[in-house]
């Protein structure tokens, strides 16, 4: 069985940081792209940021630009996303997911595994 397991989330001031994990099991996912999504109570799920199969390539909303790191381990099967500066408006709850192609994807419905989420809380 496929499992995305996200970990790392957790209430932190405005302009501290956080470190997010997603551990796969169940399958390699290190020729799949992967990346990191957020729904806040009342809005859609939203891209945050994205990678390549391999690493060598990554993609961010603009909103979290110069802030957010995502990064990834094939050899230990896990997913990162290292959070600076964090604000009021990235409290959400952070998913990771596995995409069916190598390449960065930045829609939804690019993904097909998706992790059951991890609440992130900035407070002012």
């Known amino acids: 069985q496929v499992q995305l397991v996200e970990s790392g989330g957790g209430l932190v001031q405005a302009g501290g940081s956080l470190r997010l994990s997603c551990a796969a099991s169940?399958?390699?996912?290190?020729?799949?792209?992967m990346g990191w999504f957020r729904q806040a109570p009342g809005k859609e799920r939203e891209f945050v940021a994205g990678?390549?199969?391999?690493?060598?390539?990554?993609s961010y909303a603009d909103s979290v630009k110069g802030r957010f790191t995502i990064s990834r381990d094939n050899a230990k099967n896990t997913m990162y996303l290292q959070m600076n500066s964090l604000k009021p408006e990235d409290t959400a709850v952070y998913y990771c997911?596995?995409?069916?192609?190598?390449?960065?994807?930045?829609?939804?419905?690019?993904?097909?595994?998706w992790g059951q989420g991890t609440q992130v809380t900035v407070s002012s």
């Open positions: 997911a596995a995409a069916r192609f190598p390449g960065v994807q930045v829609m939804p419905r690019s993904y097909d595994y």
């Open positions: 169940g399958r390699t996912f290190s020729t799949n792209a």
């Open positions: 990678i390549k199969s391999n690493g060598g390539s990554t």
